[in-house]
């Protein structure tokens, strides 16, 4: 099975500041990586696929980028909605798999 | 808009079964995969099968093979998960989502506990 590695699992940030969460597969994954937003109440928000693609209706602070095993999602500028956990996931094999998450916080 | 309402959770027993289902809207069911994943209390998300859009294809997480059967139902536009020999460990919210070429879509969820 391919491990993702998503840091960091905590990030304590500031509104209007840009951010950035690293996800590493055990192994390449040919940009076959996506990100997700899921809010307290557990409603679960596809922000980008194959890597860069930005989601209909995600706004354009989010981005996405990497290659190989290494991607980022990057969150240009904060806003009040954008605090909330972070998901990567692997589609390219069997079992897809998620990384931990990264709890996107207020400092 | 594309919509997928998951139903069929509830409070169970260890070692009892249960059938979930997810119906969907908005788009052409029969021309896509679904899939199920399920997330456990204060925990991560964890995929735990797919279903090619003609049934021919069904593949599971090792932690349900064999006890976890995914089907599909497209004139009902219905997907279907029946869960049996339930552990407490299956307690989790359990989520339908619709991948395709253009990003995914998912459903709000149901909760399944498996508690005595």
């Known amino acids: 099975d391919i491990q993702m590695t998503q840091s960091p699992s905590s990030l304590p940030a500031s509104l209007g500041e840009r951010v950035t969460i690293s996800c590493r597969a055990s192994?390449?994954?040919?940009?076959?990586l996506n990100w997700y937003q899921q809010k307290p109440d557990g409603t679960i928000k596809p922000l980008i696929y194959?890597?860069?693609n930005l989601q209909s209706g995600v706004p354009s602070r989010f981005s996405g980028s990497g290659s190989g095993t290494d991607y980022s999602l990057t969150i240009s500028s904060l806003e009040p909605e954008d605090f909330a956990m972070y998901y990567c996931?692997?589609?390219?094999?069997?079992?897809?798999?998620f990384g931990a998450g990264t709890k996107l916080e207020l400092k | 808009e594309v919509q997928l309402v998951e139903s069929g959770g509830g409070l169970v027993k260890p070692g009892s079964s249960l059938k979930l289902s997810c119906v969907a809207s908005?788009?052409?069911?029969?021309?896509?995969?679904m899939h199920w994943i399920r997330q456990a209390p204060k925990k991560g998300l964890e995929w735990i099968a797919l279903?090619?859009?003609?049934?021919?294809?069904?593949y599971y997480a090792d932690s349900v093979k064999g006890r976890f059967t995914i089907s599909r139902d497209n004139s009902k536009n219905t997907l279907y998960l029946e869960m049996n020999s339930l552990r407490s460990e299956d307690t989790a919210m359990y989520y339908c989502?619709?991948?395709?070429?253009?990003?995914?879509?998912w459903g709000q969820g149901v909760m399944v506990t498996v508690s005595s």
């Open positions: 908005g788009f052409t069911f029969s021309s896509y995969g």
């Open positions: 279903i090619y859009y003609d049934s021919s294809n069904k």
């Open positions: 192994q390449g994954i040919s940009n076959n």
């Open positions: 194959y890597t860069s």
């Open positions: 989502a619709k991948f395709g070429n253009y990003g995914s879509s």
């Open positions: 996931q692997q589609d390219a094999s069997f079992p897809n798999t």
